[in-house]
């Protein structure tokens, strides 16, 4: 299997700019996830999917982030529009099925400068 | 509010030698801990875990040291090498959540040969 698949691993844009990061997580993985690293804020989840529904939104900083998984096998993370506070690294992560605690596999991440 | 607290921030360590990287948790409710490893460029990557009910737990060179007490665990790397420099996170997931992974800030090694 080829991993969580990330795209692009680079973007940069100007403030103000839309931006689409995707995310093809390992196939038969039902969960997915949306983290952000920061060297201030370390790592962060943005938000989780479960069966392509999202669950938990709680960490989408605010409603320029928005995220969708139309079907099992992609996801997107958009910023629109973007500002240079939101230049961080992107991770998507996709985990199989099971209790209690399933292990999270990551994409090697979308890194995003907004200038 | 930081419910991970990982230290140190860095650490450089000789071939050969001992790595030891500890965290403490404030939130009683976790109840699994799993250490991540992330190299330059890459995503972190699951290293080892650990549940409350055992103190230690080890696989190869690298060992978990769980204190419920104190509320806080370590990893252990043993015989350090140059290819085990990385960073490296803690992480806690709470019971009835078995997806919110909660970061440590996450510690630099280095492993000089």
């Known amino acids: 299997d080829a991993g969580v698949i990330q795209s692009p691993r680079h973007e940069v844009t100007e403030m103000g700019q839309e931006v689409t990061l995707r995310c093809k997580p390992i196939s038969g993985h039902n969960s997915l996830f949306w983290y952000r690293q920061t060297m201030m804020r370390g790592l962060e989840l943005l938000i989780y999917?479960?069966?392509?529904?999202?669950?938990?939104d709680s960490g989408m900083p605010e409603d320029r982030f928005s995220a969708k998984m139309p079907n099992a096998s992609f996801s997107t993370l958009k910023i629109q529009p973007s500002e240079p506070r939101d230049s961080a690294v992107y991770f998507c992560?996709?985990?199989?099925?099971?209790?209690?605690?399933?292990?999270?596999?990551f994409g090697p991440g979308t890194r995003l400068t907004v200038t | 509010q930081q419910q991970v607290k990982q230290s140190p921030q860095s650490l450089i360590v000789q071939k050969g030698g001992i790595s030891i990287i500890n965290c403490a948790y404030e939130?009683?409710?976790?109840?699994?801990f799993p250490w991540y490893q992330q190299f330059p460029g890459k995503g972190p990557a699951l290293l080892i875990a650990i549940r409350p009910d055992v103190s230690e737990k080890k696989e190869g060179r690298f060992t978990i040291s769980f204190n419920k007490s104190a509320k806080q665990f370590s990893l252990h790397i043993m015989d350090s090498q140059p290819g085990d420099s990385a960073t490296y996170f803690c992480?806690?997931?709470?019971?009835?959540?078995?997806?919110?992974?909660?970061f440590g800030k996450g510690t630099l090694l280095t492993v000089n040969p």
């Open positions: 992480a806690a997931i709470s019971g009835g959540s078995n997806y919110k992974l909660t």
């Open positions: 939130n009683t409710a976790f109840d699994y």
């Open positions: 999917f479960n069966n392509n529904v999202p669950i938990d």
């Open positions: 992560a996709s985990s199989l099925p099971g209790t209690p605690s399933d292990e999270q596999y």
